[in-house]
């Protein structure tokens, strides 16, 4: 059974530019959740849907913005990129509805805003 | 809200050694606890998950916690540190109806020396 595949893996840009990244989950799972991780703020919960609909959502801003697909891949986008968007963004495929599922952690993507 | 608390950002222990890693959690409500491994340019992988059918949760790869509500516990333990498990350590804490959002503490990195 294949993982959660995360494209790219990394990716360099500039300030003020935008950024599209991607997440398949594993087959079958429904539901993805989106974290970012940097080394001043830790591991911080972004978004998460299930069935193409966002189910809740972190302390974010509005510059962060999230989809899902019919096929469940979701797409996690950042406009007006700032230097502290420097990140690992992970994403997370869950089997189930429901609260408390276990999760599972693609690789990432690291962005690197110049 | 909730959180959690891991004392201790770098913990060194010796091959064959006792590992304890400590978190703390906070929340109003019984929470679900769990801890997660990440390993360099990887993901993270679920170790164990707490969710209150039983206080001591055994997890992959010899680990197991203990959950302590008089303490507000849930330490990380393995008897015997192998080199294989040199990571960073994860404590998270999510809550029913809270979706399948994770708070996450801010690591633990285990060395471990021969």
């Known amino acids: 059974k294949a993982g959660v595949t995360q494209t790219p893996r990394y990716l360099i840009k500039t300030r003020g530019q935008q950024v599209t990244l991607s997440c398949s989950p594993i087959?079958?799972?429904?539901?993805v959740s989106w974290y970012q991780q940097t080394p001043g703020q830790g591991l911080q919960f972004l978004f998460e849907?299930?069935?193409?609909?966002?189910?809740n959502k972190g302390n974010f801003p509005g510059r962060f913005s999230g989809r899902q697909f019919s096929n469940s891949r979701s797409e996690m986008n950042v406009s007006t990129l700032e230097l502290g968007d420097s990140a690992l963004y992970l994403c997370?495929?869950?089997?189930?509805?429901?609260?408390?599922?276990?999760?599972?952690f693609g690789p990432g993507t690291r962005l690197t805003v110049l | 809200a909730q959180s959690v608390t891991q004392l201790g950002s770098h913990v060194s222990v010796s091959e064959g050694a006792l590992v304890l890693l400590r978190c703390n959690y906070s929340?109003?409500?019984?929470?679900?606890l769990f801890w997660y491994v990440q390993y360099p340019n990887q993901g993270l992988q679920l170790l164990l998950k707490?969710?209150?059918?039983?206080?001591l949760v055994k997890g992959i790869n010899g680990f197991e916690a203990e959950f302590k509500k008089s303490e507000t516990s849930f330490h990380l333990t393995k008897p015997s540190a192998h080199m294989s498990d040199a990571a960073e350590y994860f404590c998270?804490?999510?809550?029913?109806?809270?979706?399948?959002?994770?708070?996450f503490g801010t690591g633990t990195q285990l060395k471990v020396e021969l």
């Open positions: 849907y299930f069935s193409e609909t966002q189910r």
């Open positions: 929340s109003s409500v019984p929470p679900y």
């Open positions: 997370a495929s869950i089997a189930r509805q429901g609260d408390n599922n276990e999760q599972f």
């Open positions: 707490y969710t209150s059918a039983a206080t």
């Open positions: 998270a804490v999510s809550k029913t109806g809270g979706g399948n959002k994770l708070t």
């Open positions: 087959s079958g799972h429904r539901s």
